[in-house]
């Protein structure tokens, strides 16, 4: 017993907890629907007419008096012989429609007529719409929420009020419906004009310029009407048919003709009830009384308007703390532990703020927080950043060629002391970031650029191309072979960055232009002398000497022009552009290649055979000195066909004995015929078709600088010596050029290991 007493209290208990759970999700949902269902009504009136509702005051012609006020105009008489029902204001035989009564915005909503005037090819078409009107005892057209619309392209319409006092209108003309466009009437095809306060009805006339006769294709009738400003949106379409022949038009209604003044003074006819306020009518004459804030409901009764749950609403509902509901209003309260009227922050309401020490607490664990999350951020991100510059830089570094040029220098573990590693972002700001303005040169390995950096220093930054395998090989090739040479008369390198998406190096700055520039340019070929002329061949000839004889390994230049030899201030040679240099490994005499080279001073053997040995940078030097004797370019397609390859026409030249013919005019006056002939005929033999007879650039570079020590020494003066004695001075200036090279490239070894390799270590 005690057992099913137990098991029957445990059930009361969960059945208590539901009902009290019930009661807590449904009370709102209750309360809302208890709202939705207020009586607008009277009680035993009825309170509808089909779907129309029906709120007191109005009421139905046939219910009790008491049911609505005694004007003619709040009478709904309800055709019930219909199905559904249709409501007419006063009685069906006003034909007056009603769609819609509205309590709170004192709003009536009727059906109103369409004026129609037609045509055919015949004429006007008769129609009983051709005048519509409306007459109105109490209620006025809304101003505010009305419109007077034409639509047709021969239309003129006319809104008359009832009693004729005043008139006004629209016109619309249009003779193409490609002029017409759908949407808003803009007054052609369709125009709308406002209607003013306290009308009470109207007549509606339309009228047509030509009978339509010019638009009757498209446009046979024209439309007037008074409707609602939402209810009509114009379509092209209308011009041909109207498709609705009844309008919606708004109506604002009030009670009686008084001011809420003076219907206060009569207790027994004043109509606002409890909770309500008095407003005076804005259209028409009359007053409104509306519920308070804070109430809703029909404020013509008695206690209609009854309390609204701001509580229960959430979008009514202001407060941020706990929400308590009384009558006309609602109050608002924070929880345990913060102080405030409780209100959210928006308007007034300062909201719920914790109290100092629960606010102070609250802070510190948020500072803390931001602190942490703000430090781990910035930790994963410079961290996530530092990785990728890393990854970046070792892929730019593969990308420019980094593991060929440790393969290639078989160096990996040495460091560069003189050669500088450059970051990207420091050649950037020395040229610029690269500006047009900042381009010195541009060839077919890439981009020189001119560039200032922070001490001050000149420099010149080869920027290569966007490049492929091979051009990189051209890029690791030209770093290789400079590093190889230590020679005043080779432009030096000072460093490179591989860090970029394109490889650069950097130069030292030599800033006197290229002896192409100074050959044939008439004003600056006029002021280089024969002295001059033969110093820059023999500075040029020992470097290529040097490259081919003195160096480690044996570099052949490939690409010898004047174009590729720099002049400084004094006209010192510098010898450029290793690009396309090739190292000979010491036990081959010649290279099987791609051709490679300038038109004009490519070796024809070379070209024909794809064989590269010292002999093609004789035979490009050997044009180089036609250039230098003749003025004249390598290859001139402007000139007579037997003219067009400088290398041709200086051997035919020299064969017809016409050498003073072609030399430039600036050498011939100087009176250093001799010289100038010996010169001619060094460059016939360097400029021989089979590689094997011409001269080594060992013995060029020798024949030229004994040509100048001969120029420098006194017998050329008129001075007697004894041959032997000039043949011994001779040898031994030779001897003394030939050391300096030598010693010159002494340090080579050491220089290119201590140069090259961090620059590789530190690109990684």
């Known amino acids: ?37 207020d009586s607008m009504t009277k009680p035993g009136c009825p309170s509808s007419c089909g779907s129309l509702s029906i709120p007191y005051p109005f009421g139905l012609s046939d219910s009790d008096p008491h ?35 509205s309590v709170e915005d004192h709003e009536l909503r009727i059906n109103a007529s369409i004026g129609r005037d037609c045509y055919n090819s015949s004429g006007k078409v008769r129609s009983l719409n051709n005048y519509p009107r409306l007459r109105l005892a109490e209620f006025p057209i809304s101003s505010t929420k009305n419109k007077f619309t034409a639509v047709g392209c021969d239309t003129s319409a ?71 400003t939402n209810f009509y949106n114009f379509s092209v379409g ?113 909201g719920c703020i914790a109290n100092p020490s629960h606010l102070m607490k609250i802070l510190v664990g948020v500072a803390v927080g931001i602190i942490v999350l703000l430090f781990s951020i910035g930790f994963l991100y410079f ?22 040029l440790q393969q290639q220098l078989h160096e990996c573990d040495r460091t560069i002391k003189a050669a500088k ?43 290569s191309k966007l490049v492929d395998q091979s051009q990189i090989e ?30 650069l190096l950097v130069y030292e700055f030599v800033n006197n232009g290229t002896l192409f520039d100074h050959v044939h340019n008439p004003n600056k070929s006029s002021k280089l002398s024969w002295e001059t002329r033969l110093r820059i061949a023999s500075e040029t000839a020992g470097v290529l000497s040097y490259l081919h004889s003195m160096a480690s390994t044996p570099i052949i230049h490939r690409d010898v022009k004047s174009a590729n030899i720099l002049l400084d201030t004094n006209h010192t040679a510098k010898v450029s552009d290793f690009g396309a240099s090739r190292l000979v490994p010491l036990d081959q005499t010649q290279l099987s290649t791609m051709v490679q080279g300038t038109l004009g001073y490519l070796d024809p053997e070379y070209f024909l055979t794809s064989q590269l040995t010292e002999k093609s940078d004789v035979y490009s030097f050997g044009v180089v000195l036609a250039e230098l004797l003749t003025g004249k370019k390598a290859l001139s397609f402007d000139q007579p066909e037997k003219e067009r390859s400088l290398a041709t026409y200086f051997l035919s030249s020299l064969k017809n004995d016409k050498l003073f013919q072609i030399v430039e005019e600036v050498i011939a006056c100087e009176g250093n015929n001799k010289q100038v002939r010996e010169v001619a005929n060094l460059a016939k033999r360097c400029l021989e078709i089979k590689g094997e007879e011409r001269p080594t650039m060992k013995e060029v570079a020798m024949e030229l600088e004994g040509l100048r ?20 001075l001779l040898e031994e200036k030779i001897d003394v050029y030939t050391n300096s090279i030598a010693s010159t490239s002494t340090g080579y070894t050491d220089s290119m290991k201590n140069h090259v390799m961090p620059l590789v270590s530190s690109g990684r």
């Open 709 to 728: 020590a001969m120029a420098n020494h006194p017998w050329v003066s008129g001075i007697n010596m004894n041959p032997e004695e000039t043949i011994r």
């Open 383 to 404: 961290g996530h950043k530092k990785r990728k510059l890393i990854r970046l830089k070792e892929q730019y570094f593969k990308q420019n060629g980094g593991c060929l």
């Open 238 to 350: 209308d011009l041909s048919q109207l498709n609705f022949n009844k309008s919606a038009l708004v109506l604002d209604w009030a009670i009686g003709d008084q001011t809420c003044k003076d219907a206060k003074k009569d207790v027994t006819s004043y109509m606002c009830t409890s909770n309500t306020n008095c407003i005076d009518a804005e259209n028409g004459s009359g007053y409104k009384c509306t519920c308070r804030d804070g109430y809703r409901g029909n404020p013509y009764l008695e206690n209609g308007c009854h309390d609204i749950d701001e509580c229960v609403d959430l979008e009514k509902n202001p407060c941020e703390g706990k929400c308590h509901n009384i009558e006309g209003s609602y109050r608002c309260s924070c929880p345990k532990g913060y102080h405030g009227d409780g209100k959210k922050g928006s308007g007034d309401g300062k």
């Open 474 to 503: 051209q890029f690791i090739n030209e770093v290789i072979v400079l590093s190889q040479i230590n020679n005043r008369n080779v432009v030096k390198l000072l460093g490179c960055c591989l860090e970029t998406e394109v490889p």
């Open 421 to 463: 590693l450059f970051s990207a972002e420091e050649l950037e700001k020395a040229t610029d970031n690269y500006h047009e303005s900042r381009i010195v040169g541009q060839g077919g390995y890439g981009t020189v650029y001119k560039g200032s950096l922070p001490n001050n220093m000149v420099v010149a930054i080869k920027k």
């Open 158 to 228: 006319i809104f008359r009020d009832r009693h004729g006092n005043f008139s006004f209108g629209c016109m619309s003309s249009c003779t193409n419906p490609s002029d017409v466009s759908s949407g808003s009437c803009s007054g052609i095809g369709c125009c709308q004009t406002s209607i003013p306060r306290n009308i009470f009805g109207y007549n509606i006339s339309i009228r047509s310029v030509s009978n339509h006769s010019d638009v009757l294709e498209f446009n046979p009738c024209s439309y007037a009407f008074v409707a609602e």
């Open 1 to 37: 017993m005690k057992r099913v007493e137990g098991r029957t209290m445990v059930i009361h208990e969960h059945l208590l907890k539901v009902v009290v759970l019930g009661t807590i999700i449904l009370g709102p949902f209750h309360n809302h629907v208890a709202g939705a269902a």
């Open 67 to 101: 049911c609505r006020i005694d004007r003619p105009s709040f009478r709904v008489d309800c055709d019930n012989s219909i199905n559904p029902p249709i409501p007419y204001m006063r009685n069906r035989s006003s034909n007056i429609r009603i769609l819609h009564i």
